[in-house]
């Protein structure tokens, strides 16, 4: 019994954890470029009381064996880079990956971070910068007098200026690919970082080598499925539920025990 309450503890720990990232979820299924996450859990060792092959006499011998499991415990949290839902803005800077890849923007410390999220803006040098700041590498600066912007799908960039008639390309965007992009550190604010598990970025032209096109004037939505989530709140909540229960049920247990008398 008293087994039986340190085992439904960790399975009252790792429905917590269920929930928790269930809810980190849903309270991102609206943001820009965000990758949901899958808790993924694994049984903790087991205590033998008797062995499989065990023998039970002259002729015979214990074909399951007696294993008493000790419960279970997280074991990753992992990202999944499915491709989101595109959202047409009619912005000219806004853009999406369809397919692999991550734009490269440069952090305050000179890091160059990765992200999904494509709604890029102009700072006051004319920048290409994101809702932070940061730049986009490589650098893209877009002229004063510039009227229209075009982006392809390989990452072309060209302006029309005042007074002119035909695009001038002013520069080319290469986007980032990992061998294992689940391994990226998630720093906030939809940037990551490489690991060493994630690999160094490959870095490439949109639309070779596997790496994703680019799409001008959309943006890329999470790609949290809101009824997927809802359901495994629901699950989170009733395994909580029924792990508690069985601390309840071990309790009463033992206090039936503590009452026995001679």
């Known amino acids: 019994m008293i087994r039986a309450l340190y085992t439904a503890a960790t399975g009252m720990i790792a429905q917590q954890t269920q929930i928790d990232t269930t809810s980190n979820n849903i309270a991102n299924v609206n943001t820009i470029g965000y990758k949901k996450q899958r ?9 033998t009381m008797e062995y499989a092959g065990t023998a039970t006499s002259l002729n015979s011998s214990s074909p399951t064996g007696i294993e008493v499991g ?28 369809t397919g692999n890849g991550f734009f490269q923007v440069e952090l305050p410390d000179g ?7 494509g709604a890029f803006k102009l700072d006051a040098d004319g920048n290409v910068v994101n809702s932070d700041g940061y730049k986009l590498i490589p650098q893209i ?40 992009p689940a391994g990226l550190h998630s720093l906030g604010n939809n940037n990551y970082i490489n690991t060493s598990a994630s690999g160094d970025a490959i870095v490439g032209t949109p639309g070779l080598n596997g790496i994703g096109e680019i799409r001008q004037g959309f943006v890329e939505m999470s790609n949290v ?3 997927e ?34």
């Open 225 to 227: 499925q809101l009824v």
């Open 141 to 180: 600066v877009v002229p004063a007098d510039t009227t229209a912007i075009s982006i392809g799908t390989d990452g072309t960039v060209s302006v029309l200026q005042a007074g002119q008639t035909q695009m001038a390309q002013i520069g080319q965007i290469q986007l980032a690919n990992f061998v294992n």
């Open 111 to 117: 890091t160059t971070a990765y992200t999904r999220n």
């Open 70 to 97: 000790l419960g279970v415990r997280p074991t990753a949290i992992t990202k999944e880079f499915t491709q989101g839902n595109f959202k047409e803005t009619g912005n000219n800077l806004d853009m999406a990956i």
């Open 39 to 47: 808790a993924e859990f694994a049984d903790l060792m087991y205590q």
């Open 229 to 262: 989530e809802m359901t495994d709140l629901i699950t989170g909540q009733r395994a909580y539920e029924a792990n508690s229960k069985a601390i309840t049920t071990s309790d009463q247990m033992l206090q039936t025990v503590n009452q026995l008398k001679r």
